[in-house]
C-alpha cells in the first residue's frame, strides 16, 4: 500500500505560482506513473497531469498547458505540481495519486492516454484570489 502526502497549497494571487509535493512512501516509487488530480467546489474531480514512472512521458489537461509542470525525483520519493499564471479557475483541493496493479480510478486524457490510480493522497487546498 503506497501513502502520499501532500504540501505546498495555499493562497496565491492571480498571476501566481505554487509548486506542490507530493511525497510517497511503501512500495516501489520509481516504477509508478503518478498523477495530480483536483476538484473544485460543486464540481467533479478532474484529472490535471501525469508523469510516467521515470519520467520519460507526460500528459496535462488541456487548461493547464503551458502553465502546470508535473516532475518527479525518485530519490526522494516525491512528485511536483509547478504551477504558473495561476487564476480563480484553479482554486480546488489538489489531489497526488499513485498507479498501481489494483483496479483503481481510470481515465483517458486529452493526449488519449488511460491511466489507472488505485491510491490517493488526502489533498492540499489552493486558494487563487483575483
Known amino acids: 500500500q503506497v501513502q502520499l502526502v501532500e504540501s505546498g497549497g495555499g493562497l496565491v494571487q492571480a498571476g501566481g505560482s505554487l509548486r506542490l509535493s507530493c511525497a510517497a512512501s511503501?512500495?516501489?516509487?520509481?516504477?509508478?506513473?503518478m498523477g495530480w488530480f483536483r476538484q473544485a467546489p460543486g464540481k467533479e474531480r478532474e484529472f490535471v497531469a501525469a508523469i510516467t514512472g521515470i519520467g520519460a512521458s507526460t500528459d496535462y489537461t488541456d487548461s493547464v498547458k503551458g502553465r502546470f509542470t508535473i516532475s518527479r525525483d525518485n530519490a526522494r520519493n516525491t512528485v511536483y505540481l509547478g504551477m504558473n499564471s495561476l487564476n480563480a479557475e484553479d482554486t480546488a483541493i489538489y489531489y497526488c495519486a499513485a498507479g498501481g496493479p489494483a483496479q483503481g480510478t481510470k481515465i483517458t486524457s486529452p493526449k488519449g492516454i488511460t491511466w489507472n490510480f488505485p491510491n490517493w493522497g488526502q489533498g492540499t487546498q489552493v486558494t487563487v484570489s483575483s
Open positions: 511503501g512500495g516501489t516509487f520509481s516504477s509508478r506513473n
